[in-house]
């Protein structure tokens, strides 16, 4: 990754269309009771930081106003796409993931979850 993440995250389906993962997506850890919003990610590199794709809201309100966003990574691990009725005329996609949770002068941590796509 020459010392800085990936910014694209893509995956090429089986039918010929592409899962993309964009800021805006929402995440949906296994180990968490609710998921956030994917928000940009950081270039910024230094010897105990690689970077990151994406910052996760993490729903923990800051002190100063807006809340902590965790530096993660996405891999899309899932070949299926599933479709979630989300209200009477939203219909929201999503695949399996790898998520990275990006250490900062630690290591990194590892979970998987769901991830809203957009397909192209």
């Not at 269309?17 to 805006?24: E, F, L, N, S, Y």
């Not at 993931?97 to 957009?118: N, R």
Request: hydrophobic share 35%.
């Amino acid at each position: 990754m020459n010392g800085q993440a990936e910014k694209a995250v893509e995956k090429e389906l089986a039918d010929g269309r592409h899962a993309v993962v964009v800021v805006g997506a929402y995440l949906e850890p296994d180990r968490w009771d609710i998921g956030g919003l994917l928000m940009d990610g950081d270039d910024y590199v230094d010897d105990g930081f690689h970077g990151c794709q994406f910052r996760l809201e993490s729903g923990l309100a800051r002190p100063e106003g807006g809340y902590y966003a965790i530096a993660v990574n996405i891999t899309i691990t899932g070949s299926k796409v599933f479709y979630e009725n989300v209200g009477l005329s939203f219909l929201r996609t999503k695949m399996r993931c790898k998520i990275e949770y990006v250490g900062d002068c630690e290591p990194s941590t590892f979970d998987h979850g769901w991830v809203t796509v957009e397909l192209q």
